[in-house]
């Protein structure tokens, strides 16, 4: 099955990727909205969001053991 974002891929497995991922985009989207660049505001927090529900809230780090 073909998808976008494989978030089952094992890359994602380290806990510091994930964190790295959803901190990353959460920070660059703070930096936008201080900066009045709504759209990118937005597009990074909620990205940030989605990343920190789909990295950490519902992850499965043994899925494959």
Do not use: H
């Not at 009045?36 to 909620?46: D, E, I, N, T, Y």
């Not at 940030?48 to 990295?55: M, N, S």
């Amino acid at each position: 099955q073909a998808r976008v974002f494989n978030f089952d891929d094992p890359k994602y497995r380290p806990l510091w990727v994930r964190m790295a991922l959803v901190i990353t985009c959460l920070a660059w989207g703070t930096f936008e909205a201080m900066s009045s660049g709504g759209f990118w505001a937005v597009l990074f927090l909620g990205m940030g969001a989605f990343l920190v529900w789909r990295l950490l809230i519902t992850f499965d780090a043994n899925a494959d053991e």
